[in-house]
C-alpha cells in the first residue's frame, strides 16, 4: 500500500510539473507572436487533469483558443459566448495577466459585435440588441460598450433604452474618444494596430514592428448630445432637452463636435434663428469635409434626412471627389423618398438626384457592387432598360 501510495503521489507531482512546463511554453509562444504555436500547445492539455493552481491559466488559454486569436476562424456565437464565460472564471481564480487579458477580451468583443453586426444585416435587430448588452451588462464600468449599445438601441428604435443609456453617458462627460497605437510590421512593412501600448512597445523592443505611432479620435460628446436633445424632445419632454442642450454648450463649450453640433440642436429645438446663426458660423469656420460627414451620419441616423443631404453637400462642395460622401447623399435622397410623408412627385425627384450622385460614385468605383445595385434599382423605377441591361452586366 506505501508503494502505491508514493507511486501515486509522483505521479501528482509529475503532472504538476508538466503543466507548469507547458504554460511556460505557452507565455513564451505569445511573448514572441506566436500564437498558433501557443494554441497547439494549449490543445495537448488534459482539461480533467489540470490541478488547481492552474486552472486560471487553463480558463485564460481556453478563452483564447475557443475564440481563435489567430484570427484563422471566426468563432460561432456559442464559442464567443463559451469564451466570454472562460474568460470570467480565469479572473475568478485569480489570473492576473492584465496585458494579455486585455487582448484576449479585445478579440472576444470585437468577434461578438461582428456577429451582432451581421444579425443586423439580417434585420435580426433583437439578436443584434442582446449581444451588444451583454457585453455592456459584462462590464459595467466600460462605457464604450454603453455606447456601443445607445447605439444600437438608438438605430433600431429601442428609444427608452436609449435615451436612459445616452443620459448616463452625458452625466459621466464620455466623450469616446480613444488612442489607437500602431507600429510598422518590420517584414510586411504594413502598419499594424495594437490593443494597448504595452504591446506595442513590446514588439518595438523585440524588433518585430517599428516606427511606432498612435493618434486620438475625435469626441462622439456631440452626437450623444445630439441624439438626447432629439430622443428627449421625441418623447415630448421639450424642457428636458432644452436642459442637456443647455448644460452641453455650458459645461463642455470648449468640447469641438458640442460647437459643431450646436446648428442641429437648434434646429432640433425648434430655435430657427438661432438656428440659422450657427449654421452660417459653420460654413464659415469648417473646411474640413470629414466634418460635415459625421454630421450627415448623426443626421441620417435621427432620421433627419434634409439635414444629412444639406452636410453631405457641404462636404462634396469641399471635396468632389468623396466617393462615401457621394454614396451616402445617395441613401439619404433616397430613404428621404420611402417616407410615408413624401408625395409621389416630390419621390420622383429624389430618387432622380440619388440617380445623379450614385452615377458621379459609380465613376470614382466602378466595381462597387452595392452602387451598382443600387443604380440597377433606380434606374428600373423609370424603366430606363438600356442602363439596367448595362449596369447588370458589371455584376
Known amino acids: 500500500m506505501k508503494i502505491r501510495l508514493t507511486i501515486l503521489l509522483l505521479a501528482f507531482v509529475t503532472i504538476g510539473f508538466a503543466q507548469k512546463r507547458e504554460f511556460?511554453?505557452?507565455?513564451n509562444a505569445i511573448t514572441k507572436g506566436d500564437i498558433s504555436n501557443a494554441i497547439e500547445i494549449f490543445n495537448t492539455i488534459e482539461k480533467s487533469e489540470v490541478e488547481d493552481q492552474f486552472k486560471g491559466q487553463y480558463n485564460f488559454?481556453?478563452?483564447a483558443a475557443l475564440i481563435d486569436v489567430t484570427g484563422k476562424t471566426k468563432p460561432t456565437l456559442e464559442k464567443a459566448y463559451e469564451a466570454?464565460?472562460?474568460?470570467?472564471?480565469?479572473?475568478?481564480?485569480?489570473?492576473?495577466?492584465p496585458v494579455l487579458m486585455s487582448q484576449v477580451k479585445s478579440y472576444i468583443n470585437d468577434s461578438l459585435l461582428e456577429i451582432a453586426n451581421t444579425k443586423l444585416k439580417a434585420k435580426d435587430n433583437s439578436g443584434a440588441l442582446e449581444i451588444v448588452n451583454r457585453l455592456s451588462d459584462e462590464a459595467p464600468n466600460d462605457l464604450n460598450m454603453?455606447?456601443?449599445?445607445?447605439?444600437?438601441?438608438y438605430q433600431v428604435g429601442e428609444f427608452e433604452q436609449a435615451e436612459k443609456q445616452y443620459a448616463e453617458l452625458f452625466a459621466k462627460g464620455y466623450t469616446g474618444q480613444t488612442v489607437t497605437y500602431t507600429a510598422v510590421n518590420a517584414q510586411t512593412?504594413?502598419?499594424e494596430v495594437f490593443p494597448n501600448i504595452t504591446l506595442r512597445d513590446v514588439s518595438i523592443k523585440t524588433g518585430t514592428h517599428i516606427s511606432p505611432s498612435e493618434s486620438t479620435s475625435p469626441s462622439q460628446l456631440g452626437r450623444i448630445v445630439t441624439n438626447l436633445v432629439w430622443l428627449q424632445k421625441n418623447n415630448d419632454d421639450i424642457d428636458a432637452a432644452k436642459a442637456t442642450f443647455n448644460k452641453a454648450i455650458t459645461k463642455y463649450g470648449d468640447d469641438k463636435s458640442v460647437n459643431i453640433s450646436k446648428a442641429d440642436n437648434y434646429?432640433?429645438?425648434g430655435m430657427m434663428k438661432e438656428y440659422e446663426e450657427a449654421n452660417k458660423a459653420l460654413s464659415e469656420e469648417v473646411k474640413d469635409p470629414k466634418v460635415y460627414d459625421n454630421l450627415a451620419l448623426a443626421a441620417i441616423n435621427a432620421k433627419e434626412y434634409d439635414q444629412a443631404i444639406k452636410y453631405y453637400e457641404m462636404s462634396i462642395s469641399l471635396k468632389p471627389d468623396n466617393f462615401v460622401s457621394l454614396s451616402n447623399l445617395g441613401v439619404a435622397f433616397v430613404q428621404k423618398g420611402n417616407l410615408e410623408s413624401t408625395s409621389a412627385?416630390?419621390?420622383?425627384?429624389?430618387?432622380?438626384?440619388?440617380?445623379?450622385?450614385?452615377?458621379k460614385a459609380h465613376k470614382l468605383d466602378t466595381s462597387n457592387k452595392n452602387v451598382i445595385n443600387t443604380l440597377v434599382s433606380l434606374y428600373g423605377v423609370f424603366?430606363?432598360?438600356?442602363?439596367?441591361?448595362?449596369?447588370?452586366?458589371?455584376l
Open 345 to 359: 412627385a416630390d419621390q420622383e425627384i429624389l430618387y432622380k438626384k440619388a440617380i445623379s450622385v450614385y452615377e
Open 84 to 97: 466570454l464565460d472562460a474568460l470570467k472564471m480565469a479572473e475568478s481564480l485569480g489570473y492576473t495577466n
Open 24 to 27: 511556460r511554453k505557452i507565455e
Open 189 to 191: 512593412k504594413v502598419e
Open 383 to 394: 424603366s430606363m432598360d438600356d442602363k439596367v441591361t448595362a449596369m447588370k452586366a458589371k
Open 146 to 153: 454603453l455606447y456601443n449599445a445607445a447605439n444600437l438601441a
Open 61 to 63: 488559454y481556453n478563452a
Open 267 to 269: 434646429l432640433t429645438l
